[in-house]
Every structure is written in C-alpha cells, then in structure tokens.
C-alpha cells in the first residue's frame, strides 16, 4: 500500500506559501501522492487549480481529488481542466470524482441536486469520450485521460466499476473501508471488469500537543458540521498519536487498500513534518 | 456530577450503578412512571454469552442476576411431528421483573435516588443536570422531545406477535411450528425460572384475520392460542399481562446524543425479539456509556461521542442480523415442505451461524444433515458423508461431481462446473467486438457450460478494459432491443425488434446450441439476464411493446420462452439446459423477486432444469448494494417459492458459506466469486 498526504486546502490559515512547501515537502518526504477535497459552499480553494500549483513544484507524487463534486462542474471544462493538470504534471493526475454530500454545494452552484447520480455517470463517459478526442483542452498525458476513481456508496460501486479505474472511499476505520472494498470489488465482478479495481483510501490526523489535536477535531467539527451529529464522530475519528496513526495504516493495509491518503485536519508544515516522522 | 435517568429498566438501572460504583460523589436519579414491581413481558433471554461483559463491568450485580437465570445450552425445534435438538447454544433467561428488582436493590445499595410512578409529560424538570439520560424504551420521551437532533426512523415489521406467559417451565428455548387451518402459527418459548416460560406467538397479518384474532379481547385471543399450542403446553393455561398483539417496530436513529442528552437501549435503537438480544443491548450500552464517561474525566462531548462511535457500528451489525432473522420468520412458511433435518438447519443458520460454526455447535445434528443430504443426492445411506459443496448432483443424464460453480478463466479451478463467457449467438449480439461468436470445443477436466446471449441494446460497446457500457467510436453493428429505449443516456436508441428480427435471433441461439453440442459442451446457459435482448422483453423498463410480446408478463415472457422451448427442442435430450435470469431490477418500476417466481416457473415448464439467478445491471442506474452474499436471498425465495433447482451468485467465495448455503436448500449449485488474495510483504515503492 502506498501512503499519500492531503494538501492543506480548506483547514484554517489558508495561503500560497503554505501549499507551495507543503507540496514540495511531500515530494521530497515519503509521501507517494497528493490528496485534495472539494467544497463549493465553504472557504475551500479549488481541487484542480490547487493540484496544477502542486504539480508545478512537484516530480514525484501523484495528484488526486478525492473527491471532486462532478456534477457541480461543466463536463466540456472539467475535461479541459483535468487533461491540462495532467499534461502539466507529465501523467501523475487521478481524478477522483462524486456527488458530493451537500445541497447546498449544488444550489451554489445553481446545478439541479436530483439527477446527480446519473448526471455524473453521463459526465464519466463524456470526460472520457473529450479526453480521447483531444478537442477539448490539452491532450492528457495519460493516454486516453487521467486515472479515473469514483467515490461514494450505494449506486457509486456500480458506477466506479462501469466508469472508472478504481473507487475512492470516503473515510472511517479500517473495518468501515473493507465492506465497501467489498462492495467495489463485486460490483467490478459484476459488471464484468477484467483485474480489480484501484482501491484509494483516507482518514484526518492531527499530531501534537493537546491544543493542535483539540484545534484539528474543531476544525473537523465544523467542515461536517452539516452532518447535524455525525461530526462528532468524525471528530473522533481523527488519529492523533503516532500509534494511532500506524494502527491506521496496517489496518487498511490488511484490508487491501490500494492508496491511502491522510488529511491534515490543522494546516501547519509541523503536521506534515510529523507525519512524515511516524511513517518513516 | 449530577445525572438524570429517565426510565428503571435494565439500562437506565446498569447506567446508574456503573456511574455511581464509579464515583461515588455523582448524583444519579432515576426516574420511573411505573411502580417498582410492575413489568410487562415475563422473561428475558440473553444469547450467545452476552452476560461475559457483565462480569467485568459489576460483579455484584453479575453474581445476582446468573444466580437467578435458568441456563440451557440446547433448543428444540418442534415441526410436524418431529422435534429436533441442537445443542451447543449457550442461552440464559431471568425474569424481568426479578432482573429488575435485582438491579434496582444494586442501585439502592450503592446510593442511586430512585423515583417511581411519577409519569412526566415533558423532560424540562429533567434538564437542570449535568447529564440527561434517555433510558426510557421504544416509546422514549426524552428521543421524541429531541426528535430533530435524533432523527429516529421508524419501520414496522410485517407479522403480529403477542407476549405472553406459561406456568410451565420449558426443558430448553422451543421454536413450535404448527399448520392450521388458518395458517401457519409459530411460537418462540424459553424458561426465565424453575416453574415458568415466556411465549411469543407469531402469525402472519392473514392468518390473523382468518383466526379472527384482529376482533378478539386479550382472553378470547390467548385461548386460540391455548388450542393451537395444546399438545406441547400439555394442556397447561397461558397466562396473559397485557398480552395485545402487536407489530415489531424497528427504530434507528441517525445520533444518540445532542449536548447533554443521551439515549441508550430500545429508547435508542431495537433489534427484532428473534435473536433474544434487545435487553443484551441495553446492558451493553450501559457499559460502554459508563466507561467513556470515566474515561473521559466527566468531558461531556467525548465522552457521549465515544460512546455513540462505539456502539453504532456493533448496534447495525445485530440490527442486520435481526432484520435477516425476522425476514426469515415472516416468511418461514415457504419452508414448510423441507424435512425435518433441512427446515432445522435452514432455522439455525437463518442470521449468522454458518455450516462451520453449528459444526462446532452440535457436530451429531450436522453429520446427520450432511448424510441427510447426501442421501437426497444420491439414495445412498451414509452414516457420515462429505459436506454439501461435495454432494453429486444428477440433472438429466450429466451427473456433476460437486455443487461448485466457476468462471471461465480462473485457470484449472478444480472439478465442477465450468461457466464460459457470454458467447453471442450472432455477429450483431455480441456486446464487444471482443465477444466470441465462435464456440471452441469444451475443455477436459471440468463440465463446460456454454453461455450464449444476446446483447441486445448493450451491444456494439467497447471491450471492458477501460470501462463497461461504454458506446464504440463508430457503432459497426446496429442494436436491437424489445423498445426502442437507450440501455444509458449516452448509448444510441436501439431498434425495435420486428418479428423477422425475432426469428432470426431465435434461429441463432437454436443454430449456437446445435454447434455447442457438437462442440461438447456438457451444459448450456441461456442468457436472459443483465439487459440482453432476452431480458429487454422480461423487464417493464425495458418493454413498452404493445404486441403480443409486450404488455402482462406472460406476454413478455413469450420471446424468451420461444427461444427456451426452441432451443430444448435442439439440445440433446440428455443433457441439462439452464437459463440465467434477473429476478430483481432493483430498480423503481422494475421487476421484483416476487413478480420473477411466475417466471421462474414459466422458464421451468419451458424446458429451464436450472436457473442462475442473478440480480440487476437491467437499466444503468441500479440500486443493488453488493452487500454480502447479495444475490443468495433472492436465489433462495425463487428456488423455494417456485420449487426450481437454482445456482446462487453474489459474492460467495468461502466453501463455508456454500456449504451453508446448499444444506440450508437455499440454493443447489454456487457460482463462486473470486476474492482477492491479501498482499503481503514490504510496502509497495512510492516512486
């Protein structure tokens, strides 16, 4: 299993300075990608202008959304936009796509929320009919377009396993991530996918003193506060010592977790240090 | 720390001794509507070892409660006029009202205020604590005040159930199935002492009213239950204590606690009485409450977020389990034509227990069901016999040297049967332009299923490497479908198949099955499954013909069977034919496995001697959940509904769970699933 970082992209003290070393850090550290998460309705910087300035300072990692809210976005565009990352990243993009949690994302957006389950199967055929037609943006450096992940529950198994290279979990312990790697994996049998789909993973740290672990989980409190309960658990969730980190990583790494990727829940260059340290 | 309690049942009184044996210095009340002696309900069963935890958390209170539990590690089963014992159970049961005198003196004993018969309309005199607790049971006042926190949803079981009590102390736990006039009637009873049992009767909502229960008093009913019951009561009177019929109710919220108010217990969440484990539950919520309140040092927030975190994810598990477990019960009729031997395995594996598991359970009762089933394979008298999955299977004149099913491509699997890949009967029924229309002779070593389809308006996509369903560049082959309805938004409108088209196709699949045979295939399955040109007419989303092949389901079963009875006609006699099928949509407007017995039946007289049911994939946007073994339940229904022999598919991939399976008569042969094998060894480099 590969170990991936979250970039600091919509925790607290957001800035140029930050996301440019925090990427270059990790390229250098023992990180094997990048992850963004996407919100429209909260002060969240853009996945894919995010994942262009990383890849700009990067070599190494790859570049993933995990996810990005598809159906918020214009198909022709997100085809553009994600072909130019990769072509500027020289092939390292996954795009991790979904429907996102949130209405209110969508009326942001001013984007219809009752279709989105089938507006985003229509958007992961027309990406990638755009992407192999080269009209649309760049040529993607991967051939035939960036690695594709689809992440979500219910019908989102189906469709990782009838769109994509593989599905992206959306967090919980290890034990939560293996009964729908289980799901993923059926419906990639069922639908008749030769191999096995591409399992990406992810989880929220905060390491340190008392008072970073307590801002980390206040931060987590409230990005999910619109779960209206469910964040507290969230917030509990968050691994904050170094053990608890490592039980983290076995734990997915027994469960067949292709990629794993760990988000800051504080944004502080200290917590990539960190992490870096108890990954070794 | 002060602590109100809103209920003195078994987990508003655990909670309070937890807290107090803690820390004496807290202040926990507790407050009851009812008197102190008042309960409902005779006797509580723990399963499966619950009381362990107990051991740990209170020994006081531990020692009490075993000291006053009837103990029996065996249950009857009572159908037709057979009772079959299976041992290895570990069951215990107590009195309610005496679990809950022992706990309320616990209480006492260590400082707990205890109010009763004080009923509160509203919870505001609650709110002047530190920490508010809900223990106040599926009708909760304290959840309904905070309903928009909590979110409780709430689902109604189908059967009527009616507690009641026996002053006869059962030898063990008894299921008692009897036929009656009216229907069929079940009751669950178990001794909670030396003299005295509880029973729970079950009927369906029709048998019900057939009895005439819905019209009868608590007294008129409890006597029909008397007769029907006779011969195992032996003629002792039950006895009632507000024994009403009533529906199951399942509760789950989405949180158990806002700021300082927490639920545990059946205010909380309920489990289905069939697995005996509502007040298991209660108990341990207690438990983990309590102790994440310790542990936290009285910080309130972690502590009730620790405790949730905990608990929900071991509360779904059983609330699953006894989902599955009351499915099995409602519908348990349809097993009345199994043996004895099968209709108690099928019983004891119904949630969770596995082939393996009642292996260590009870190994006599599963020698006897494994020389049972091989008997029925093969007429044969063992007094041992290998288990199920190795059972022969005879079907025409091919006998199959075991139950197991395989994929074409998993190298040499072993001996069974040898499922192909879909192989079209035409050039324009191929799904890729990878799809073979070739049939290449059958491989030695295993039986060769050759499966031949149409793909009908899932055709003309490309190769699934990269994806499924997605449309080739240039379509170089037209689609035909039973209306002219996209399979996807993005794949071209296929062409509605005129009657020519029909005779075509159908002449097809009879010139495939004629050059499979001379190929040698030992078995062929028709594909009238996953949105093919069979399966367009089956569905209603996907036939909206107004001829005589559109329409009522028998109409829309013509062009299938017209193939099935054409193609019998060609395959030799002697060898079996099967035909796959999709016995649920899972989808809005789309087939159920309800309305697929008729066709499961249909296909059976057209010439099907097997049907591979399968689930799904008939319009793109599918719910099916890929849950575990998640096409076996709708195998079973059509297998025991129709009386068809079937192979189960979905995630079936442990020999256990398809010995589990077969001696269960929930299906015959199993499609296995490939698993993953686990990685193991240094980290993969990141570079």
Known sequence: ?280 | VKVNVLGAGPAGLYLSILLKRADQSHEVHVHERNHPDATFGWGVVFSEGSLDELEQADYSSFMAITGACASWNPLDIHYRDRTTRIRGNVFSGVGRARLLNLLQQRALDLGVRLTFERELRSIDSLLDADLVVGADGANSLVRSSFEEHFRPRFEHAASKYAWYGVDYAFPVFSYIFKSTAWGPFQAHCYPFNEAQSTMIVLVSPETWRRAGLDQMDEQASMEVCERVFAEELGGRRMLSNRSLWTDFRWIRCDSWHTGKVVILGDAAHTAHFSIGSGTKLALEDAIALARAFVKHGDRLEPALAEFETERQPVVERLQEASRVSCAYFQCVSRYFYFEPEQFAYQLMTRARITHSNLAIRDPDFVRGVEAWFWNQATGERPFAAPPPAFAPLRLRSLTMPNRLAFPEGWGYPGPGLRLTGMHAVSPDGRTTPETPTEIGSAPAGAISCLRLGHAGRRGATRPHRIGVDLPLRAAPWPQLSASPIPYAPWLPVPREAARLDLEHVCAAFVDAARRAARAGHGMLLLDFALGGLPASFISPLSNRRTDEYGGPLEHRLRFPLEVLRAVRAEWPQELPLAVAYTAADNAPGGLTVKDSVRTAAALHDGGADLLLVLVGQTVVDDRTAYGPLFGVADADRIRNDARVRVIASGRISTLDEVNTILAAGRADICLLSRVRQPRVGPRADSS
């Open chain 1, 1 to 280: 299993m590969r170990v991936g970082i979250g970039l600091p992209t919509s925790t607290p003290s957001l800035g140029r300075e930050l996301l440019l070393e925090w990427a270059r850090r990790a390229d250098a550290g023992p990180f094997s990608s990048l992850g963004t998460v996407d919100r429209l309705a909260y002060g969240c910087l853009e996945p894919l202008a995010c994942l262009a300035a990383a890849a700009a300072v990067t070599n190494r990692v790859r570049l993933v959304t995990m996810i990005l809210i598809g159906p918020l976005r214009d198909t022709g565009w997100l085809a553009g936009q994600a072909a130019s990352v990769d072509s500027m990243s020289g092939g390292r993009l996954s795009l991790g796509l979904g429907i996102g949690a949130r209405h209110d994302d969508y009326r942001a957006a001013g984007v219809d929320h009752s279709r989105r389950g089938l507006e985003l199967a229509r958007q992961l055929v027309e990406l990638r009919l755009a992407w192999e037609s080269g009209q649309k943006g760049a040529t993607p450096n991967q051939e035939g377009g960036p690695e594709v992940l689809v992440g979500g529950s219910g019908p989102a198994f189906a469709r990782a396993a009838r769109h994509a290279h593989g599905y992206c979990h959306g967090g919980g312990p290890p034990r939560a991530f293996a009964g729908a790697a289980a799901r993923a994996r059926a419906a990639w049998l069922d639908l008749g996918r030769p191999g096995e789909p591409q399992l990406w993973g992810q989880g929220y740290f905060a390491l340190g003193d008392a008072a970073t672990v307590e801002a980390g989980r206040d931060y987590l409190r409230d990005y999910y506060r619109f779960t209206g309960g469910f964040e507290e658990r969230i917030a509990a969730g968050c691994l904050t010592t170094p053990s608890a980190v490592k039980d983290f990583v076995r734990g997915y790494e027994e469960e067949g977790c292709d990629d794993l990727v760990l988000f800051p829940a504080k944004s502080s260059l200290n917590q990539l240090d960190r992490l870096a340290d108890v990954l070794g």
